[in-house]
């Protein structure tokens, strides 16, 4: 479903309807989100910081950066995204945002704090990644940790690897070229997702897309094709 604030667009998940406290009934925004992870794997890193940016500054004050932060800031946002949207929603009172993690074990629904709207003004801020070069991501390193990433795209099928001044590098895979942005958030939001197809627009050849993303607590590194 989609719901916007001031400028800023979302899709919000899923909409529930349960009964609260004393039968009132309660809208929900539930953020979903997926894991490789166990369920007992996953919570033991949820409220780990990210190992590259520990610490962002959201509504004025310094928090630790983790995965449940991320998730927390999202279903918040659908809420308020939902009441700008629909404002006959109040009538049945201020959304209560939620998230679903669908691990490979079992289902995991948390129950999140509603952040102010406020938050959502231009205060939200992280350092976005960029090269020497002036491109918009990190250029695929050399050394140990250039082959640790080159080896989490091996794992998932890319080959030809090459850093590139536009994208953090280029690969193949499948028979395509793909665009490749490193970033060092746990997942890939939105706003990644969106500066890497603008920066391959101007690319020629490129057929496909792909964000690598610290794991979950960020350990390790995930590649995700992009749809």
Sequence with gaps: MGACLGNIRTQVDLVGIRKGIGGKIEVCAIELKTTSHTHTSHEASYDLACRRLSHVTVGGKCHLNTERLGHSLQASFGCHGLLNQWPEIRELGTPVPYVLVATTTKGLLYKSPLHPAAWYGGTVRAPAPRSKRGG???????????????????RHGHKTIRPNSNVSCTTMISGRKCAVAIVGDSFPSQAVV???????????????????????????????LLV
């Design 136 to 154: 918009q991501f990190d250029r695929l390193p050399s050394g140990k940790a250039g082959a640790d990433l080159r080896l989490c795209l091996g």
């Design 194 to 224: 969106s500066r890497l197809r603008q920066a391959a627009k101007g690319m020629r050849g490129i057929k496909a897309h792909c964000v690598v993303h610290r794991g979950a607590g960020g350990v390790g590194w995930k590649a995700t």
